[in-house]
């Protein structure tokens, strides 16, 4: 998932994929809108290697129809089984799972909103035009794609520092460092405004596009842990 994480992030933080593909180019289709079009054909293309590659190697065997009966009720048991066990949790397996909910509460809005949270108030950038927001979003792909590699190689080292710190003290301290990288995300959004760089047309001085880019690359550890 890192290695397709990195390469797809990648594809977003290149600027020049509308002069490979110059048909994407149309006084309909601006520049960044051209390397988006680019972006999604390359996207279908993998998708649709991939899916043959898939369907071609896994050979399949069909179920019979007294089999599919025999799946369906295992399956509804397994559910029944599954909301019955909700009632010998344990007050910590409670504690865990309120912890997990609200940490995936966190990362969806960023998943969601990162990059644009880069054009708009680091760049600030005009999502409806201008070339300032789109250089803020594929500066935002490339935070995402240090975020990738941070993640494979916490992937990698995940079994080794679980059994060296314990799972409990590596999943507690991302949660730390998701939190802080969050709330840096709030401080240096203020200190953007504050700089006042925008209203004056200026680019974002270097240290706040480092910073911001380094936020990025951290929060790739907490991400690992959660999905592992």
Same mark, same amino acid.
């Given at each position: 998932m890192a290695v397709g994480n990195i390469l797809g992030y990648a594809t977003g933080s290149f600027s020049g994929w509308y002069k490979i593909f110059t048909f994407t180019l149309t006084p309909a289709c601006s520049i960044s809108c051209a390397n988006l079009k680019s972006a999604f054909f390359l996207d279908v293309a993998f998708i649709v290697v991939t899916t043959y590659l898939s369907i071609v190697s896994a050979h399949e065997v069909p179920l019979s129809s007294s089999g599919a009966g025999e799946s369906g009720s295992a399956e509804e048991a397994f559910m029944w089984e599954l909301f019955g066990t909700f009632k010998y949790f344990s007050m910590p397996i409670w504690i865990v799972l309120?912890? !997990? *909910?609200?940490?995936?509460? +966190?990362?969806?809005?960023?998943?969601? @909103?990162?990059?644009?949270?880069?054009?708009?108030?680091?760049?600030?950038?005009?999502?409806?035009? +201008?070339?300032?927001?789109?250089?803020?979003?594929?500066?935002?792909?490339? %935070?995402?794609?240090?975020?990738?590699?941070?993640? +494979?190689?916490?992937?990698?080292?995940?079994?080794?520092?679980?059994?060296?710190?314990?799972?409990? @003290?590596?999943?507690?301290?991302?949660?730390?460092?998701? $939190?802080?990288?969050?709330? *840096?995300?709030?401080?240096?959004?203020? *200190?953007?405004?504050?700089?006042?760089?925008?209203?004056? %047309?200026?680019?974002?001085? !270097? %240290?706040?596009?480092? $910073?911001?880019?380094?936020?990025? !690359?951290?929060? +790739?550890?907490?991400?690992?842990?959660? @999905?592992?």
């Open positions: 309120s912890v !997990t *909910a609200l940490t995936w509460i +966190g990362w969806f809005p960023f998943n969601l @909103f990162d990059t644009d949270w880069m054009g708009r108030e680091i760049y600030g950038g005009d999502p409806n035009g +201008g070339l300032i927001y789109d250089t803020g979003v594929r500066m935002g792909a490339l %935070g995402l794609l240090l975020n990738s590699v941070v993640l +494979g190689v916490t992937s990698l080292l995940m079994e080794r520092l679980c059994r060296k710190r314990g799972a409990g @003290f590596v999943w507690g301290i991302s949660n730390i460092f998701m $939190a802080i990288c969050f709330i *840096a995300m709030l401080v240096l959004t203020y *200190a953007a405004n504050s700089i006042g760089y925008v209203s004056k %047309g200026q680019p974002p001085p !270097t %240290g706040i596009v480092i $910073a911001a880019v380094a936020i990025f !690359t951290i929060l +790739g550890f907490p991400m690992a842990v959660s @999905f592992s």
